[in-house]
Nanobody, 123 residues
Framework: QVQLVESGGGLVQAGGSLRLSCAAS????????VGWFRQAPGKEREFVAV????????YYADDVKGRFTISRVNPKNTVYLQMNGLKSEDTAVYYC????????????????WGQGTQVTVSS
């Protein structure tokens, strides 16, 4: 069993930065792929980024590529999402998700999900 808790969200001006954290319980977390997703009001949840179990491979949605960086520190059971150059359209609730399979995470079918953290970007 893995439990995920996101933190680090908040209100930031356009062009600013935030770092989100996804802290996990459970020893299996270090063997799981972890992804970040977001859901804006009135919109469907969308994929943002994914990292494989050892951090060697990452993949990003086109609209965040070059601005967002996903990373992980397995001894701390934590995955991060560094968000730079924030835009108003990045406003959403951000969720992390974990699963043994990277492709399952990307397909939004991950086994474990956090409760989300709100990111609001003012223009």
């Amino acid at each position: 069993q893995v439990q995920l808790v996101e933190s680090g969200g908040g209100l930031v001006q356009a062009g600013g930065s935030l770092r989100l954290s996804c802290a996990a319980s459970g020893r299996a977390f270090s063997t799981y792929a972890v992804g970040w997703f977001r859901q804006a009001p009135g919109k469907e949840r969308e994929f943002v980024a994914v990292i494989n179990w050892n951090g060697a491979s990452t993949y990003y949605a086109d609209d965040v590529k070059g601005r967002f960086t996903i990373s992980r520190v397995n001894p701390k059971n934590t995955v991060y999402l560094q968000m730079n150059g924030l835009k108003s359209e990045d406003t959403a609730v951000y969720y992390c998700a974990a699963d043994p399979s990277r492709s399952t995470v990307i397909d939004s079918r991950a086994r474990y999900w956090g409760q989300g953290t709100q990111v609001t970007v003012s223009s």
